[in-house]
């Protein structure tokens, strides 16, 4: 099971108006986010235009999101999630997490105009379930270092994986929140390339639920949505991490094409020189890759 540790490092005007008043309301809705609290997840609307939906990753909250939301404000409605649990949120009940999050989000995105979803790590993991499950809610999706089956990088069967989750579930439930704390800030600076960028991400990160974590770790280790890849029909985009020796890259470039290859309409680009959080190792290089998407979907 040595693999399996490795795994989980992978782991937001009237028509009468003048002129100098639409503007004035443009740049009000624009600077003031509009906060929603639903059952699995907190959602901080802001700015104007077609929608983009934000879902970060394990323990992480809307704060990863902040120079994309700052980047896609002026010409988009940018909906920052935050899951239950996550940074400091309240938890939600329930026997199942990934489960819950995936129904409420379905929901979610299914009131608005076809927005594009971009998810990190875990919430790439969800964008690839929301575009297989709800056919054209998405105009399309992009997934940050996430997979649509994360247990199957350990190259062990599914039976063990499930052992294996399992028991970190248990493990997880009963961790103080201060060991929680100082695990998580450990596992970030492997992460992210800035130590400072990992510091920033852990202050936050470090106030999440760990039974949450715990249950949403095992969730994602032992669902496996390969079998629905091929009834993808919007445009996905992969964004893997790049850092790494050739061979190490390689070797990665062909596990996530192994996992995306039967998705119509995909795309896999692995960032030169990024760990997991690619849009923080490399922010320049990720909103041009957001902002050819996002021109060619909309």
Aim: proline fraction near 6%.
């Amino acid at each position: 099971m040595r693999a399996l540790p490795l795994v989980l490092t992978l782991l937001t005007g009237c028509a009468a108006s003048t002129p100098a008043l639409a503007t004035a309301e443009r740049t009000a809705a624009v600077a003031e986010p509009r906060v929603e609290a639903r059952e699995t997840f907190r959602v901080e609307v802001v700015g104007q235009g077609p929608d983009v939906v934000l879902v970060p990753g394990l323990t992480c909250g809307g704060h990863v999101w902040d120079a994309t939301v700052e980047h896609l404000r002026g010409d988009h409605t940018v909906h920052v999630l935050t899951l239950a649990g996550f940074a400091g949120t309240p938890s939600s009940d329930g026997d199942t997490f990934l489960p819950r999050v995936r129904d409420e989000l379905a929901a979610y995105v299914r009131e608005l105009d076809r927005p594009v979803l971009i998810g990190h790590s875990l919430g790439g993991f969800m964008a690839f379930w929301l575009s297989a499950t709800e056919p054209g809610a998405l105009e399309g999706a992009i997934a940050v270092d996430g997979l649509p089956a994360l247990g199957a990088l350990s190259g062990h069967d599914a039976e063990a994986v499930a052992a294996f989750a399992a028991q970190m579930k248990q493990q997880m439930a009963a961790q103080s929140q201060s060991a929680f704390a100082d695990q998580t800030a450990q596992t970030l600076l492997a992460q992210i390339s800035s130590p400072d960028e990992a510091a920033r991400v852990a202050e936050v990160s470090g106030r999440s639920d760990p039974a949450v974590v715990g249950q949403a770790m095992a969730e994602l280790l032992t669902t496996d949505l390969r079998s629905e890849m091929h009834a993808i029909p919007s445009r996905m985009l992969l964004l893997g991490a790049g850092a790494g020796t050739p061979p190490q890259v390689e070797e990665r470039t062909r596990q996530y094409r192994a996992q995306v290859e039967t998705i119509p309409h995909h795309e896999l680009v692995m960032v030169p020189g990024t760990r997991h959080f690619v849009m923080l190792d490399a922010p320049e290089a990720f909103v041009q890759h957001v902002d050819r998407f996002l021109e060619e979907v909309q």
